[in-house]
């Protein structure tokens, strides 16, 4: 296949198995700053997939709370193939403490008593949350943490 100039158009995800956590662009500012693209997986590609009002709400969730836990968040945002998630950090490559950051959010996922900004004002589709449905994401993915590191098979 051609190669693209999206990075996770190149990336084979018949190979991949999530849930993963990996490093999946890095790009230098003119100044000098360096933003570091993490992508979440949740969920295996073309298997399955996060519902849409569980992945509305862990969105929220995830966004306001992230960067409790960091002031290097520049974004979270997720996947129109609803898999995953992508963050990006400025100045922090940090793996470790990116997969720490995550786990302490997600616990504020299953923690949390409502969604923030879970009204008309706030939010372009304030009818389409679930709390439940994303602390069963949150929960889903925190249950195998110790897979995070493991992007491939190794049975390939």
Known sequence: MPKMNVESFNLDH?????????????????????????????????????????????????????????????????MGCQTGFYVSFINHQDYDDVLQILED?????????EVPACNEVQCGWAASHSLEGAKEIAQAFLDKRNEWNEIYSSAQ
């Open 14 to 78: 018949t190979k991949v198995v999530a849930p993963f956590v990996r490093l999946a662009g890095k790009m230098e500012g003119q100044n000098g700053d360096t933003i570091y693209k993490y992508d979440i997986r949740f969920k295996q590609p073309n298997k399955e997939h996060m519902e849409m009002p569980g992945l509305h709400s862990l969105e929220h969730l995830m966004a306001e709370n992230i960067r409790n836990h960091s002031d290097k968040v520049v974004d979270i945002s997720p």
């Open 105 to 113: 959010t997600l616990n504020d996922v299953l923690n949390a008593e």
